[in-house]
């Protein structure tokens, strides 16, 4: 069975810095891509950061970009968001998603980001 399981959300004011971690399990990681997505309160969810299945490219969101990095750890089957100088406007339930070279494509349950002063 396959599971996304994200943490290190929780409140921050503006301009502070939080890492969130997606461990995967019941999968083959490294076959995977892996992205990270929001959605803001009363909005749709949005692709934020992409990475290939090595960790040799990514891709950003223009929103995040210069603030946010993705990375992961092929050996740990984890993807990592490491997201400085927050912003209001990044209050946002955030998840991770796994997809394969075949589409195949697993979410997880979301963690909460909330940017408050």
């Known amino acids: 069975q396959v599971q996304l399981v994200e943490s290190g959300g929780g409140l921050v004011q503006p301009g502070g810095s939080l890492r969130l971690s997606c461990a995967a399990s019941g999968l083959t990681f490294s076959r995977y891509a892996m992205n990270w997505h929001r959605q803001p309160p009363g909005k749709g969810r949005e692709l934020v950061a992409a990475?290939?299945?090595?960790?040799?490219?990514?891709i950003y969101a223009d929103s995040v970009k210069g603030r946010f990095t993705i990375s992961r750890d092929n050996y740990e089957n984890t993807v990592y968001l490491q997201m400085n100088n927050l912003r209001h406007e990044d209050t946002a339930v955030y998840f991770c998603?796994?997809?394969?070279?075949?589409?195949?494509?697993?979410w997880g349950k979301g963690t909460q980001v909330n940017i408050s002063s």
């Open positions: 998603q796994a997809v394969s070279s075949s589409q195949d494509n697993y």
């Open positions: 990475i290939t299945r090595a960790g040799d490219s990514s």
